[in-house]
């Protein structure tokens, strides 16, 4: 794999980072600026008529000045649109399911290297979502835009802490993210009915649903991954798993990235 692109987001996003705290710095003093500049303003707008014979012309040069240094000195901060970071990241859940799935092909050479370093990875995304808040943000996400598999997600949350915690099995809980996950494809096949019991399938669904969403690429690419996930969790479920206890973390992992970019898209 050319690393190159991924590397290239990684470098734009923090020289955006970077900006945006220079900006951040530079927020006191703009403030500053801002208020003596409101201050001259009401101060003039507030002048009585009598003013009106008193010559203008310093101000009209001064204000002349100030506007074409303030404006060249400080470039405009672009807008940034609510959308556009929920695009973005959706792109990044998308993409870190596809580098999760990655880790798992390479843990299963099964070499002291290979288990390694799935288990330092995977550890290092887990800790990623937990201080994102990422299954917090899942269950607002539901509440708000699919609160019909809200108790799903819990049941299936609740469950595999309690497997990590050594008080529930990997099995119970493969088979409850099995459920959230059939909970969330049926809800959309609901939404994209047009008629009770019309047929439906996932291109259908997706079209009718998710036809003007700008992330629809991720989703598409969410549910293209969807059946890999679900013989995963079938074969955590049923037993036939031979892989190491971390792979239900990427499994869970992975079922919150798909709930994130599916459910973030609905309106």
């Known amino acids: 794999m050319d690393t190159k692109k991924l590397t290239d987001a990684r470098d734009y996003l923090r020289t955006w980072l970077e900006r945006s705290r220079q900006a951040?710095?530079?927020?006191?003093?703009?403030?500053?600026?801002?208020?003596?500049?409101?201050?001259?303003?009401?101060?003039?707008?507030?002048?009585?008529?009598?003013a009106n014979?008193?010559?203008?012309?310093?101000?009209?040069?001064?204000?002349k000045s100030v506007y074409g240094r303030i404006t060249s000195?400080?470039?405009?901060?672009?807008?940034?649109p609510a959308s556009g970071l929920t695009q973005i990241s959706s792109v990044t859940a998308s993409t870190s399911s596809?580098?999760?799935?990655?880790?798992?092909?390479?843990?299963?050479?099964?070499?002291?290297d290979t288990v390694n370093y799935a288990s330092n990875a995977l550890a290092e995304y887990r800790k990623l979502q937990e201080f994102q808040q990422r299954p917090a943000k899942v269950r607002e996400l539901l509440v708000t835009r699919l609160p019909t598999v809200m108790a799903k997600f819990d049941s299936a949350r609740d469950t595999?802490?309690?497997c990590q915690s050594g008080f529930a099995?990997?099995?119970?809980?493969?088979?409850?993210?099995?459920?959230?996950?059939?909970?969330?494809?049926?809800?959309?096949?609901?939404?994209?009915?047009?008629?009770?019991g019309e047929?439906?399938?996932?291109?259908?669904?997706?079209?009718?649903?998710?036809?003007?969403?700008?992330?629809?690429?991720?989703?598409?690419?969410?549910?293209?991954?969807?059946?890999?996930?679900?013989d995963a969790l079938s074969a955590v479920a049923k037993r036939r798993d031979l892989s190491k206890p971390y792979e239900l973390e990427a499994l869970w992992a992975r079922v919150l990235d798909h709930a994130f970019v599916v459910v973030s898209a609905l309106k």
Request: net charge negative; aromatic share 8%.
């Open 24 to 50: 951040a710095d530079a927020a006191p003093t703009v403030q500053q600026l801002h208020d003596l500049l409101d201050w001259e303003v009401r101060t003039y707008e507030r002048r009585p008529a009598e």
């Open 53 to 63: 014979s008193v010559s203008t012309t310093d101000l009209d040069r001064y204000a």
């Open 73 to 80: 000195a400080l470039p405009m901060i672009p807008a940034m």
């Open 98 to 112: 596809g580098m999760l799935t990655y880790v798992i092909d390479v843990s299963h050479l099964q070499t002291p």
């Open 160 to 162: 595999y802490q309690h």
């Open 169 to 196: 099995d990997r099995t119970a809980a493969a088979l409850e993210m099995r459920t959230f996950l059939d909970g969330v494809k049926g809800e959309l096949f609901e939404r994209a009915r047009r008629q009770p």
């Open 199 to 230: 047929n439906m399938s996932i291109e259908l669904a997706l079209e009718r649903v998710f036809s003007s969403a700008p992330t629809r690429t991720e989703i598409e690419e969410q549910f293209r991954q969807r059946s890999s996930l679900m």
